[in-house]
């Protein structure tokens, strides 16, 4: 559904992207992470057409590049920044969108109720929505980039700032998306929510994909071996083991243990392992 080949880009002597290639397929949630700095806004804004590559190519599915209007109709973009207007109401903001993407008729009235429907945002459709709570604001932001029907979802941080309710409404939607046959772009700082939902993640850092894989395939290379913490004696031993179960039998052949347990490497500890603990201040 994209293709992302070699996508290089600078801004003076400062390389954003640096030789990145991608591609995300129908009915896949795709994980973008990276720290501050790491080229993923500039890959998303070259994905969707907001820039072009100095280098290398971008294809949505198979059609060509989405600084071609017909093409960008393909795409729906969930921007971390509200992308709505306070003065009018969520009916209203997603009927101007839909007109945008070239909705009318009846099938604009549709794709406007379906998105309310969506966003659970029907009983509120006539309140004014900057009168909104967060977690529907970031709602209806999702709807209006979906009220055109788009085959490719790209998201930018589309939980941050939410209520946890808000945020597991907007992971079950995203979820049903792909249910739907819908490829989506996720990028996120929250590592819990690249783990439940996504398919594939890619681990982004100086513009490069650093990792990609199912999370069991990134725990799996670069997670490193487990550790057995054992308690005995008042006194806790870590041992760094491929064979936990095995280890732990050799202990116990050699006297009691009071107490164990199995420590294995998150998402968050991949992250760090790859890209370093340094601070990233934007």
Known sequence: MLTLRDLRKRFGGRVAVDGLSLEVHRGEILGLLGPNGAGKSTTIHMAVGLLDPDEGTVDVDGQGSPRNPEVRRLLGVAPQSLALYDALTPEENLRFFGRVQGLSG?????????????????????????????????????????????????????????????????????????????????????????????????????????????????LSRHGGDPTLVVFRDGAEQRIVTRDPAGELSRILAAGRVDDFRVERADLEAVFLHLTGRRLRDP
Request: glycine share 6%; with cysteine; aromatic share 4%.
């Open 106 to 218: 009846r099938g604009l009235a549709e794709r406007v109720e379906w998105a309310l429907s969506f966003a659970a945002l029907s009983d509120r459709r006539r309140d004014r929505s900057g009168e909104l709570s967060g977690g529907m604001k970031r709602r209806l932001n999702l709807a209006a980039a979906l009220v055109h029907d788009p085959a490719l979802l790209l998201l930018d941080e589309p939980t941050v700032g939410v209520d946890p309710q808000s945020r597991n409404a907007i992971l079950d939607r995203v979820v049903e998306l792909r249910s739907a046959d819908r490829a989506v772009v996720y990028t996120t700082h929250y590592m819990e929510e690249a783990a439940r939902i996504c398919d594939r993640i890619a681990i982004v850092d100086a513009g490069r994909v650093l990792a990609l894989g199912t999370l069991a395939e990134l």
